[in-house]
């Protein structure tokens, strides 16, 4: 995607809870995987699988509006989608998301297949192509436990420094590996935590701070913004894990926290 002439877009980042953000990228504002129900209340996932919800959102659905596009890595965990997320959705613009997840939600749903795109067009707005990257929410043959994930890469002319990439919930294997090889990578929100259950012992299903490492090292993103690592009871790595990870690694200066609630800007976008 062509950069050249284009003067560059203010790109703000709010971090809401768990993996929900609000992107503000120029005149555009994209909401990732919405969850704004109150912390508390256990979700079963899958069989024998769980979760207790440890913290709420630190903004309410109504004042995230408007909204232009959802971007939903999945729609069928609670901890990516809950039942409030879900009510929000009719009153968003697009949800972009899985073709598994289009099929459930229906209306208004788009689906893309990994490296499918779709465009973000409105009169007197930059565009914002929007590649569905791939995503493994598991150890190798767990898909048809977990289902169907995607990440999300953002393009825009102007950008400073490469692609916007949102991980969504996966564990590093060649599709994430991929990513780095198709697409210069400016900024990476990675999902972290690596989370686990009991039940399933030693496996993994989201990243944890050795694979972020390996991001940083491997698809080079100028930024690194760590969220969806608390606020869950199935998490098993915080901030301080991350922390000591990229600081043996040299990468610290790599990581941007973000405080939730305040907006901060993605300089690198």
């Not at 079963?44 to 890595?73: C, E, H, M, N, R």
């Not at 690694?249 to 800007?265: I, S, Y």
Request: aromatic share 8%; hydrophobic share 40%; net charge negative.
């Amino acid at each position: 995607m062509s950069t050249a002439g284009a003067p560059p877009l203010d790109v703000r980042i709010t971090h809401i809870g768990g993996p929900t953000a609000l992107l503000e990228i120029g005149p555009w504002r994209l909401l990732t995987d919405p969850t704004f129900d109150a912390p508390g209340r256990r979700y079963v996932f899958a069989p024998l699988i769980s979760s207790t919800k440890l913290a709420g959102p630190v903004v309410q659905p109504d004042a995230v509006l408007p909204i232009d596009a959802v971007l939903l890595s999945h729609d069928h965990h609670d901890d990516n989608l809950d039942d409030a997320g879900r009510a929000l959705l009719p009153q968003c613009g697009r949800t972009i998301t899985t073709p598994a997840g289009a099929k459930r939600l229906g209306a208004g749903t788009t689906g893309l297949a990994p490296w499918e795109q779709t465009t973000l067009e409105a009169a007197g707005r930059p565009a914002i192509t929007i590649t569905a990257t791939p995503a493994r929410h598991g150890p190798p043959g767990s898909r048809p436990l977990v289902g169907q994930v995607t990440g999300f890469l953002l393009q825009w002319d102007g950008q400073r420094d490469g692609a916007l990439w949102i991980s969504g919930d996966t564990v590093w294997f060649a599709g994430v590996q991929q990513v780095g090889e198709r697409f210069d990578v400016g900024t990476a929100i990675l999902h972290f935590g690596g989370v686990r259950f009991p039940v399933s012992g030693p496996m993994r299903y989201t990243m944890n701070a050795a694979e972020g490492v390996r991001v940083a090292r491997e698809l080079g993103p100028r930024t690194i913004v760590p969220i969806h690592f608390e606020g869950w009871k199935h998490f098993r790595e915080g901030r301080d894990v991350i922390e000591r990870e990229f600081a043996q690694a040299g990468l610290t200066d790599r990581l941007q926290w973000l405080v939730p609630g305040e907006a901060a800007p993605l300089s690198g976008c």
